[in-house]
């Protein structure tokens, strides 16, 4: 299984970053498979924001949750992020990843994207 990250690496003040992850090797409707984005900002530790389930269920941190929405696109095996009204603070390295747990949020992950640098700043 392989993930990959896409989207824009620079978003302004304000905007809607907005990020997909391409899976190949599995499909994302398979069951009991969750998918999910997490970020870490710039000397700190990993943040889950989300997932989606393979049922097309989503699930969000409470942190984020007013921000944040994930969808999915299945006859492309890909799905998405959408964080709104981005600060600098949601600068970070984002990475999707799969996991079997169902846990919000889940304990252990068995497949990461490479991760993709997002950076807000006007």
């Known amino acids: 299984v392989q993930l990959q990250e896409s989207g824009p690496g620079l978003v302004k003040p304000s905007q809607t970053l907005s990020l997909t992850c391409t899976v190949s090797?599995?499909?994302?409707?398979?069951?009991?498979?969750?998918w999910s984005w997490i970020r870490q900002p710039p000397g700190k530790g990993l943040e889950w924001i989300g997932y989606?389930?393979?049922?097309?269920?989503?699930y969000y941190s409470p942190s984020l949750k007013s921000r944040t929405s994930i969808s999915r696109d299945t006859s492309n095996n890909q799905f998405s992020l959408q964080l709104s009204s981005v600060t600098p603070e949601d600068t970070a390295v984002y990475y999707c990843?799969?996991?079997?747990?169902?846990?919000?949020?889940?304990?252990?992950?068995?497949?990461w994207g490479q991760g993709t640098q997002v950076t807000v700043s006007s």
């Open positions: 989606i389930a393979y049922s097309g269920s989503t």
């Open positions: 990843a799969r996991s079997r747990s169902a846990d919000i949020p889940p304990y252990e992950y068995d497949y």
């Open positions: 090797g599995g499909s994302i409707t398979t069951n009991y498979y969750y």
